[in-house]
T-cell receptor, first 114, second 114 residues
Framework: AQSVTQLDSQVPVFEEAPVELRCNYSSSVSVYLFWYVQYPNQGLQLLLKYLSGSTLVKGINGFEAEFNKSQTSFHLRKPSVHISDTAEYFCAVSAMDSNYQLIWGAGTKLIIKP | DGGITQSPKYLFRKEGQNVTLSCEQNLNHDAMYWYRQDPGQGLRLIYYSQIVNDFQKGDIAEGYSVSREKKESFPLTVTSAQKNPTAFYLC?????????????FGPGTRLTVL
């Protein structure tokens, strides 16, 4: 069975500062990894995904994530955040034996301080 | 534009009533999903369907029912047996041609029990 842990429920950061949102997963088989963003009272939107190849993945809105197989992590980063990045961010895993289901982390709320 | 629509955006239910949430997609996706979202708990899978006329229970199916009579439609009924239905409900879809495909989400329906 797979599991996903997002280590921080909330991350406060000043505007224009860098941010890292942490995601660790557990799986005995190979996985695909995803980060989604949810703005208040809206659905989820895909930020980026790791399928194979380069472990550094670039996504929309200036976000990137790095897949670290040895540490089973897929942390999300942005070098300079803006007030518009205020949202909840979800990490998800799709395992090779998953029957097309995603396993979701509990989410991290990114709070941008002016 | 292709996408997923959910209606209504807000729904109020009296105790003891059944209500049906609509989900329609024009992406020609095979698989569709219903999630429930509560604060601090991430997304929990209620039901999913990979093909027409077939669906499977997710982690929290009790008190819910679904149908999949058409490829583009996957309505969710919240029955009176669901003891705590107040939540944000999200519908998603994905191609089933491979596990590499991300899920696309609708805008959600917020259900409140009065």
């Amino acid at each position: 069975a797979q599991s996903v842990t997002q280590l921080d429920s909330q991350v406060p950061v000043f505007e224009e500062a860098p941010v890292e949102l942490r995601c660790n997963y557990s799986s005995s088989v190979s996985v695909y990894l995803f980060w989604y963003v949810q703005y208040p009272n809206q659905g989820l939107q895909l930020l980026l995904k790791y399928l194979s190849g380069s472990t550094l993945v670039k996504g929309i809105n200036g976000f990137e994530a790095e897949f670290n197989k040895s540490q089973t992590s897929f942390h999300l980063r942005k070098p300079s955040v803006h007030i518009s990045d205020t949202a909840e961010y979800f990490c998800a895993v799709s395992a090779m034996d998953s029957n097309y289901q995603l396993i979701w982390g509990a989410g991290t709320k990114l709070i941008i301080k002016p | 534009d292709g996408g997923i629509t959910q209606s209504p955006k807000y729904l109020f239910r009296k105790e003891g009533q059944n209500v049906t949430l609509s989900c329609e997609q024009n992406l020609n996706h095979d698989a569709m999903y219903w999630y429930r979202q509560d604060p601090g708990q991430g997304l929990r899978l209620i039901y999913y369907s990979q093909i027409v006329n077939d669906f499977q229970k997710g982690d929290i199916a009790e008190g819910y029912s679904v149908s999949r009579e058409k490829k583009e439609s996957f309505p969710l009924t919240v029955t009176s047996a669901q003891k705590n239905p107040t939540a944000f409900y999200l519908c998603a879809s994905t191609l089933t041609s491979g596990r590499r495909n991300e899920q696309f989400f609708g805008p959600g329906t917020r259900l409140t029990v009065l």
